[in-house]
Structures are given as structure tokens and as C-alpha cells.
């Protein structure tokens, strides 16, 4: 069947309403009222079937770091595929592209990051850190050291390993989540959870849930911590500066193995390679994928300090994926990793989209509708609520302000996504100051017609 882009709008909506199972998605609505396809993008716009343009706040779904259009990574994808489309990385063979790319991650990983599993998204890289850090355990003669400490509301993935490590509670309720030694403390979520508490402190509180699940646990019994530096999909989380040091110090004294997932905060979201520089955390494993390749390809990974490396090395691990460092996904993931490099485009974040962002969108804090607006790098969220002092609820079922929000949105051809009655958003990388503004705009005009 060729590409089906000449049929009619509607024609593409049947088809898709009749063929095509989206995720997260109620299908059967969906079905009803059809998809909006997108078919082209440049930059930071989308283009629809109808020819009607969007901005994109959200890098697709946190991965076009790079932004849309780039056709230095096309060439780089048709070239590998004449050269060499794929070949695996199991059985005593290596290739160029992979060889190429581990090391360069390991160069540009802080500290002894040094070692690199490839995956093919973010998913099954957590589904390979559950292997990972079991394996080290076991190596080093503690067994008993199973168990991983995740939190509620994180999002890690969607395989049966990233689910359970996640914290998403409507996941947990369909299919059997979390698996066995997988056990969830509380979220650093200040706005929504801390009451009349400083931020501050109630940040070492929530830092002092995964001292208190060791202890419970026993730290005999705990292989590993697994936090994402800011919540994503959690409503774009900024925990209170004082969390991260109090996590550090706590996983320092007990020797659990601390993995940062850094499949949204890598590849420069919050201003650094990774939200671990960011927030001066030190994890002996970080998880990468989106940003890796600012989703041109679909590849992932693990990246590997050397003491976990050193010991996993000691055996055969029985783990890995065929399309493991895929030729092609890794060339496209190096030609990104060069244009984010020469093109400066991290440190443009700190320096000056980031600052920007973070006092254009405070400015949405005088709406009525809204509670904080917070940014970090260039993630940002709005709480809604309808009344700001007691920071309480809508009376209609949770969630539908932010999603009647998100509608209007979509209609003011703006993507920002909605997470229960937050607001979030984590545009392209290459987004300019007066394309802020302009997202701004229609982002305030949402929040108008929601009231
Ligand atoms: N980890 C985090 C922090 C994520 O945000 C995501 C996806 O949004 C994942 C893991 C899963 O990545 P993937 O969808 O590529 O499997």
C-alpha cells in the first residue's frame, strides 16, 4: 500500500479510526471525533493535513531537541542505510556507528560514566537498568540486594519493567504493575503535596522517605534508587533545591546504586548535557533515549559507570535487544549529537532561551485559572486550580480543567500537553524568544476560554 498523504482528511481519519490502535488513548473517542494529523514540520512548527500550523511546545512527545527539518540527519540515516542498514552487536561483531557512538557519550557523560547498553527507547533501557543493577548485586555476592526504589507519579516507561519502576497509578491498575522488588516512595512535589511546608524542608522530608524505605527494606535488601532529576510526564515536577543533595547524601551512606533517568533531561533540556550536571547529582547509571537522536531514530540506552560495568563484565549478561546500538539509529543519534555541539545549542538554553522562558511564562502566574508556573531549562508547568490561596481542586472530576485546557489549546494551534490540571510544556531546543512569545500568547488565550 503506498503512503496514503494524497486521500482527503477525512478519508485518513476513518482509516486511522478503523486500523489504528494510538497509545494512551481512549480509542473508541477518538474514533468519534478523529485524530489531527500531522504531516509535515520545520523548526518548531508542525503543519496538519489541512495545512494549518501549530507550534509544537512539546519536542513532539520531549525528543526533537534539535527541532523538526533537519536534513543533515536524513542524509546521515541514507547513508548508513547504503552502507551498512544493520547488523547486530551479539554474537562477537561490533560496528562503526555504535563503536562510535558509545564513546562518544562516555566522553560527553559526566565522571566515570565511561560505558554504554544500547536500547531501542527509554523503555526497555529501565527494563535493562532492573537487569543491570540485579546483576551487579549478584556478581558481588549480595543476592538478597534486589529491590529498586522508584516514586509515585514517575514515569519510566511503558514495557512491564518501566511501568512497574514508574509510579503511574492508572498503569498499575491494568496489568498486573509493579512486578515483585520494585517498591515506590512519594514524589518531591511541592505545590500540589506541601502543604504549609517550606519548600525546603519539604524537600528534605520527601528525601528522608527513601532514608526510612532503606531502613524498613533494609539496606541489605535495596539494590538501587531510580528518580528522574525533574518529573515529566509526572506534570513537569521541579523538586525544591534542597531534595537532590539530601538523595545523594542518603544513597552515598547506604551504597545503593542511584539511577537518573535521563531520557527527558538529557541532551540539554534543562541547559546542561544532563539535568544530573544540572542538579550536581552523581548517578553510577543514567538512562537515555528521545534527545539521543531528538527522535529521528527510535535508540536508547543505559550508560554505565565503570565500577557496575567492570563487575557485569565478569559474566555472560543475558539481556539485549536486536536492534541493540542499530547502525542507523546510531548514526543519526552522532550527526544530532554534533549539531547540538557546534550549533551550541545547550548552552544557548542556559544561557538565554531558558532565562527567558523562565520570566515570559512566571508572567502567566497573574491568570485567575493559575496556581505556580515553573520552569526549569526548558520545561515549564502550570498548576490550574480555582482558587489560588488553598491551592484546591476543580469540583468536576479531576483532570477535565486540563484537559478542556489542553482542547483549546490544540484549537489556538498550540501543542501543550495536560497532566491531570497541570500544564506542560518542553519545546524544541531551537525555539527563539519571540516564538516563546508567541506560545505565550496563545497560552494565556486557552486559559481565558477555560475560565
Ligand atoms: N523515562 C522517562 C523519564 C520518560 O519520560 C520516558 C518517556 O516519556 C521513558 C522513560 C520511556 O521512554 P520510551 O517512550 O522511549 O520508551
Redesign the pocket.
Same mark, same amino acid.
Given at each position: 500500500m503506498p503512503l496514503t498523504n494524497t486521500l482527503p482528511t477525512a478519508d485518513l481519519q476513518a482509516l486511522d479510526a478503523a486500523h489504528h490502535m494510538h497509545p494512551f488513548t481512549a480509542n473508541g473517542a477518538l474514533a468519534e471525533k478523529g485524530a489531527r494529523i500531522i504531516t509535515r514540520a520545520d523548526g518548531v512548527r508542525l503543519t496538519d493535513s489541512e495545512g494549518v500550523e501549530l507550534i509544537d511546545g512539546m519536542a513532539g512527545?520531549?525528543?526533537v531537541n534539535i527541532g523538526y527539518g533537519r536534513h543533515e540527519l536524513a542524509e546521515a540515516a541514507a547513508r548508513q542505510m547504503r552502507e551498512l542498514p544493520f547488523y547486530n552487536t551479539f554474537f562477537q561483531t561490533s560496528h562503526v556507528p555504535a563503536i562510535t557512538l558509545a564513546a562518544k557519550l562516555a566522553e560527553l557523560a559526566p565522571d566515570n560514566l565511561n560505558h554504554v547498553f544500547f536500547a531501542? %527507547? /527509554? %523503555? =526497555? $533501557?529501565?527494563d535493562t537498568n532492573i537487569r543491570l543493577v540485579r546483576q551487579y548485586w549478584a556478581l558481588k555476592g549480595q543476592p538478597e540486594r534486589r529491590t529498586i526504589i522508584a516514586r509515585r507519579n $514517575?514515569?519510566? @516507561? %511503558?514495557?512491564m519493567g /518501566?511501568g512497574s519502576l @514508574?509510579g503511574m497509578a492508572a498503569m498499575h491498575a491494568q496489568g498486573g504493575m509493579p512486578i515483585p522488588g520494585i517498591v515506590h516512595i512519594d514524589q518531591p512535589y511541592w505545590w500540589g503535596e506541601g502543604g504549609d511546608t517550606t519548600p525546603e524542608a519539604f524537600g528534605l522530608e520527601r528525601a528522608g522517605q527513601l532514608e526510612a524505605k532503606i531502613l524498613e527494606l533494609g539496606p541489605e535488601n535495596v539494590a538501587a534508587f531510580i528518580a =528522574?532529576p525533574v518529573? /515529566? $510526564?509526572g506534570g513537569v515536577i521541579i523538586p525544591p533545591e534542597s531534595y537532590w543533595p539530601e538523595v545523594q547524601r542518603i544513597v552515598d551512606q547506604y551504597g545503593i546504586l542511584l539511577i537518573a533517568? =535521563?531520557?527527558?533531561?538529557g541532551f540539554g533540556r534543562l541547559g546542561h548535557w544532563f539535568g544530573s550536571q544540572s542538579y550536581g547529582i552523581r548517578p553510577h547509571i543514567m538512562?537515555v $533515549?528521545?534527545g539521543l537522536s531528538s527522535g529521528y531514530q527510535?535508540i536508547?540506552g543505559s550508560i554505565v559507570c565503570d565500577e557496575v560495568a567492570q563487575v557485569v563484565a565478569q559474566d555472560e549478561f543475558n539481556h539485549g535487544y536486536t536492534y541493540s546500538g542499530h547502525p542507523v539509529a546510531a548514526a543519526v543519534a552522532l550527526e544530532n549529537l554534533r549539531i547540538l555541539a557546534e550549533e551550541r545549542i545547550v548552552d544557548r538554553v542556559r544561557e538565554t532561551t531558558a532565562p527567558y522562558l523562565a520570566q515570559a511564562w512566571s508572567s502567566l502566574s497573574d491568570h485567575p485559572l493559575v496556581g505556580e508556573a515553573v520552569s526549569r531549562g526548558l520545561m515549564a508547568s502550570l498548576a490550574l486550580t480555582p482558587d489560588k490561596a488553598s491551592r484546591a481542586g476543580f469540583a468536576m472530576e479531576p483532570g477535565t480543567a486540563g484537559y478542556i485546557c489542553r482542547e483549546y489549546c490544540f484549537a489556538n494551534n498550540l501543542v501543550m500537553r495536560h497532566v491531570g490540571d497541570r500544564m506542560i510544556i518542553a519545546p524544541p531546543l531551537v525555539i527563539t524568544n519571540v516564538d516563546i512569545d508567541m506560545l505565550i500568547d496563545r497560552a494565556r488565550r486557552a486559559l481565558d476560554q477555560t475560565l
Open positions: 512527545l520531549w525528543c531501542g %527507547s /527509554g %523503555s =526497555e $533501557a529501565n $514517575a514515569y519510566h @516507561g %511503558s514495557t /518501566g @514508574g =528522574e518529573q /515529566g $510526564a533517568d =535521563e531520557v527527558i533531561t538512562t $533515549a528521545k527510535p536508547g
